[in-house]
């Protein structure tokens, strides 16, 4: 359990100024809507950006220092949580330095000359899929393909020549591989956007932070959750955001992580904080970072 003391130790300001040493990656293959987030953090990056095939792997490149920086999607607002992000988030030793909201604008992209009615196979991430349901209730002869990354699927369709075959991706993806964008904007939502975070090995806290990540474990006793909300109430610390996560192998019970606003710089947060800890039988901090803007 971390006390306060300990809290003001390990907290260090960083610049709010990209430099030339940065290093960071992503999940996925250039064209992805990781690649997208992480340029609209980080701008353009003077040392080449990574890419890996797994969120995983984002996360153990981060750990062994391959890359200062990993970004990963934690959050959908057509389709909610993320939830193997948030257990990576959980599972590996790293904080949340930062965030970015990415509009999801996804296309029907296909070979040039194909046409949406010709379409038998359609190939995307299963999040793009569930994201475009709607267009794609009207395409009932199409067989959806998942794939691990939404890139994945274009570059497949580019790959296979075939007309009949198209993927949901992103305009910088169709542009990249040399495809025709077959029907636009078919997302469910025009509001349809993700969540990215950024993770480090270090703990890094902006002097601009307004957001504060927590996970934890209730203690088994009545009235364990109402304490602990009860803390922030009592400090006057807003929450706005919670998602729980099952605990593998103790059935029906859960993770609960926890948004909430102010850096933990605030000595309320800090105060809320360390009561929280007291109805607790897990307790992580995950971060202070500022919250990104929803465009």
């Not at 067989?143 to 890139?151: C, K």
């Not at 610390?237 to 850096?263: A, K, N, T």
């Amino acid at each position: 359990m971390i006390t306060l003391e300990e809290y003001r130790n390990v907290v260090k300001p960083i610049r709010p100024n990209i430099d030339d040493s940065i290093t960071a990656g992503y999940c996925g293959i250039p064209g992805s809507f990781g690649e997208s987030a992480l340029v609209r953090y980080f701008g353009e990056l003077q040392k080449p950006i990574r890419n890996y095939a797994t969120f995983s792997l984002v996360c153990d490149a981060v750990i062994k220092e391959d890359i200062g920086y990993g970004i990963l999607p934690v959050e959908n607002t057509t389709t909610g949580g993320i939830k193997e992000v948030y257990d990576l988030i959980r599972q590996k030793d790293l904080y949340i330095i930062g965030e970015v909201c990415l509009p999801i604008v996804h296309n029907l992209i296909g070979l040039p000359g194909a046409t949406p009615e010709a379409v038998d196979e359609i190939f995307s991430h299963p999040q793009g899929l569930e994201q475009c349901e709607i267009y794609l209730s009207g395409l009932k002869s199409a067989r959806l393909v998942p794939m691990d990354n939404t890139a994945f699927g274009v570059r497949h369709v580019a790959e296979q020549m075939n007309p009949a075959f198209a993927a949901i991706g992103g305009e910088r993806a169709a542009k990249l591989y040399g495809l025709e964008i077959l029907m636009p904007s078919i997302q469910n939502s025009t509001l349809n956007t993700t969540r990215f975070v950024i993770l480090s090995k270090n703990q890094e806290v902006r002097a601009d932070a307004d957001s504060t990540s927590i996970v934890l474990t209730t203690r088994h006793t009545i009235g364990a959750l109402y304490e602990i909300l009860g803390f922030f109430a009592k400090e006057r610390v807003s929450l706005f955001r919670i998602e729980s996560r099952p605990i593998p192998d103790r059935p029906w019970e859960y993770f609960i992580f926890l948004d909430v606003e102010g850096s933990i710089e605030r000595e309320n947060v800090q105060r809320a904080l360390a009561g929280v800890q007291t109805q607790c039988s897990y307790f992580k901090f995950l971060g202070s970072y500022r919250k990104g803007a929803f465009v």
